[in-house]
């Protein structure tokens, strides 16, 4: 398995505002991706985050709205920007080391958005 | 593209109940198959996952084997404990590209004593 880390657990935001919340893992990762799960809904996936490139979005997803970073291979950032309610959800980032074909997840960031 | 159906919750069952929840997939190809669980205010946990057909994947007293004919992953418990209650999510992935999960829309599960 992998150990990761976010920071921060929860935030409770004003609407307009911009979130940083960031992925730590304690080995080195292949892929790296961001989920968000909307109040009492499943995990869609927003995008995977590239090491030395731009992230990949899924359909619905932007990169204004969603910047991403991945500067080496154990961290990430994903920013939620110009927020309103809507984005009210958990945010959680997961890792695939690649041969295990598994993916495992972080704690995950609580967001609220007034 | 890739989909997973599950049964619709919340299930209630007394402790000792037998535990079925049904999860159906749509994929190309033979992907990997997935239960996760979510714990009340906790994050996701893998519980269990299988990758190639007729394999059953197992971990703390749970089971689901991979059917390719059904195109079936149920999950399977043959006695609950009041500490199982929680969501459960089915997934999938793909076995080369991006490998990112589609999940199952969970089924929140509640054991009473």
């Known amino acids: 398995s992998a150990v990761i880390s976010q920071k921060p657990s929860r935030d409770i935001c004003q609407r307009g505002t911009s979130l940083t919340i960031q992925c730590q893992v304690d080995s080195q990762v292949t892929m790296m991706f961001w989920y968000r799960q909307q109040p009492g809904q499943s995990l869609t996936l927003i995008a995977t985050a590239n090491q030395g490139s731009e992230a990949t979005y899924e359909s619905g997803f932007v990169i204004d709205k969603f910047p991403i970073s991945r500067p080496n291979l154990t961290f990430s950032t994903l920013t939620v920007s110009n927020m309103s309610p809507e984005d009210s959800s958990i945010y959680l980032c997961?890792?695939?080391?690649?041969?295990?074909?598994?993916?495992?997840f972080g704690p995950g960031t609580r967001l609220l958005v007034l | 593209g890739n989909s997973v159906t599950q049964m619709e919750g919340p299930v209630t069952l007394s402790e000792e109940a037998f535990l079925t929840i049904n999860c159906t997939y749509t994929a190309t190809g033979y992907p990997s198959l997935f239960w996760y669980v979510q714990y009340p205010g906790e994050g996701l946990q893998l519980l269990l996952k299988a990758t190639k057909a007729d394999d059953k994947g197992s971990n703390k007293g749970f089971e689901a084997t991979y059917r390719k004919e059904t195109t079936s992953f149920h999950l399977e418990k043959g006695s609950v404990q009041v500490s199982d209650s929680a969501v459960y999510f089915c997934a999938l992935s793909s076995h080369t590209g991006r490998r990112a999960l589609t999940f199952g829309s969970g089924t929140r599960l509640q054991v009473q004593p």
């Open positions: 997961s890792v695939d080391r690649g041969m295990e074909e598994t993916q495992y």
